[in-house]
């Protein structure tokens, strides 16, 4: 579940979260492809507030799908004060932040927020458009009551807006081949007073980039850079995970070209080693519901690790690809006993199975 201390700066409705973070959707009809909007449209401006007031959070996102780049503009109002800044990630591994005083530990939720919030804004348009953007006309009054509910997920968080829902507002086309929307979404939910309607306002638009996000040349002279990954906490003789943003210390990087040899070098896959298969289902604790799949996926000898639950395993075409094997992130103890993580704090695993099928208990 995603913490709500960033967020304490936005309306309520968007701290209604519930579920696991790495649930999958299979065939869920809550869990919308928005894969075309995405890939069309990886520029998308939005601001959000409550239906009859002024925005209260403001951001412009932009992503780069081959090279897993993600920066995001930022402007948050509340009672806290202001938050002005930018948030990025390189390669899907190292996070930025520019000018945003973040909580420690709660450091991921300056990314989650605006990413779930902007997922949203593409699950509504392929409810109402499920041809795809090109089935988009000139101009499209919206008026929806969809008894459907809506599940959004990152990593660290999850947010499902149930059903039924009703949308109303305006989605048109706008110059360059963007598409512009200006919409009011409304549904019952928990607030801060318990049941009631919870309405927000989500105006923008979605466009193509005119640039990379994040050039090589890119000077990071300001910006702060995090470490990005699964985490497991000990307590009173239980296990807690949580996909986390942890400060670097040290002002290693000048520029993106500095991160991305940082990143080949400390995330390299690894190399092949036939004499080893680490398929199967492992576990911290074999009793536990929480874990990691590991599958062989494609066909240079290489695994897909999948951090899975109770709600099921992350998507595979999320999955980084390790050969384990010589990969700094794990350390290989035997045929059926992995570390995984970096530093001192390892996660230690158990091979429980070597069946795939499934991370419930064999």
Known sequence: MMRPRYLQAIPALLLAFTGMAHAACNKDPECDSVERWARQFPAISLSMGPA????????????????????????????????????????????????????RGYEIDALDAPVLTMTLVMRLLSRIFPDGPSSVPAEKHVDRTDKVGIKLATPSADWRIPGPWHLVGVVKKAAGGAIAYDLVLSYSGDGPKGASTQAMRLQGELAALDKPPLPDTMSLEGWVSYGVGVQQEKSEGSTAYDYVAKRDG?????????????????????????????????????????????????????????????????????????????????????????????????????????????????
């Open 52 to 103: 009859d007031g002024a925005p209260t959070a403001t951001w412009r996102g932009r992503f780069d799908h081959k090279t897993n780049d993600i920066v995001i503009d930022a402007d948050v109002k509340g009672d806290a004060g202001a938050m002005k800044g930018a948030v990025a990630m390189v390669g899907g591994r190292v996070m930025l932040t520019r000018d945003l005083k973040l909580e």
């Open 250 to 362: 040290n002002s290693r990087f000048k520029t993106v070209a500095d991160v991305r040899a940082y990143m080949n070098d400390e995330f390299g896959p690894g190399k092949l080693d036939a004499t080893k298969d680490f398929t199967g289902s492992w576990k911290a604790k074999c009793e536990e519901n929480f874990g990691l799949k590991i599958l062989h996926h494609g066909d240079e000898g290489k695994y897909a690790v999948l951090f899975c639950g109770p709600g099921g395993c992350e998507d595979i075409r999320e999955a980084q690809l390790t050969y384990i094997t010589g990969d700094k992130f794990y350390t290989v103890v035997g045929d059926d006993e992995l570390l995984s993580g970096r530093g001192p704090d390892k996660n230690h695993y158990h091979r429980c199975s070597k069946e795939v099928g499934s991370i419930a208990t064999p």
